[in-house]
């Protein structure tokens, strides 16, 4: 990857719907360079995909963070059980106190609080922790 292609890849994340004309006439370089290079980048894996992000108003209203203890080897069962609910964006597992973080967007209090009641009734969860976002004061993947 060069000074080209990372160019490109800012570009790109500043709007990833940019036509390759637009690409290719801001970065002053020839439209069939900029459309071989993406094409490049998208086959080594450089670029996995295009996202919308969605403004305020379409973002869901609440986000909370939930740490979950769980029992030894319910993982898998806890995970398949998280994997089908809409709230659920993302889930990793970790080392230390807690064994996933859950991450969850939802659309008023009503909805955290149900779904914090069914994430809490499974099979498996020792403990749960929930912090809720206040304000986002660092977002790198703008």
Known sequence: MDSTDRALLT??????????????????????????????????GAIAGYTIRLGE??????????????????????????????????AHSTSGRFDLIVQLACTSTTDLDETLDRVGSF????RSETLI????????AV
């Not at 570009?11 to 069939?32: C, G, H, I, K, Y």
């Not at 099979?123 to 020792?126: A, L, N, R, S, T």
């Not at 976002?133 to 790198?140: E, F, S």
């Open 11 to 44: 570009a790109l994340t500043r709007n990833a719907r940019a036509s390759v004309t637009d690409l290719a006439s801001s970065l002053r370089l020839a439209r069939s360079t900029v459309q071989s290079r993406l094409e490049r980048l998208e086959t080594t």
């Open 57 to 90: 108003p379409a973002r869901a209203q609440i986000r909370a963070t939930v740490l979950l203890q769980l029992t030894p080897r319910t993982a898998p069962a806890v995970l398949s059980r998280l994997k089908p609910m809409p709230q659920v964006e993302r």
């Open 133 to 140: 976002h206040l304000a986002t004061k660092i977002d790198r």
């Open 123 to 126: 099979d498996g969860i020792i």
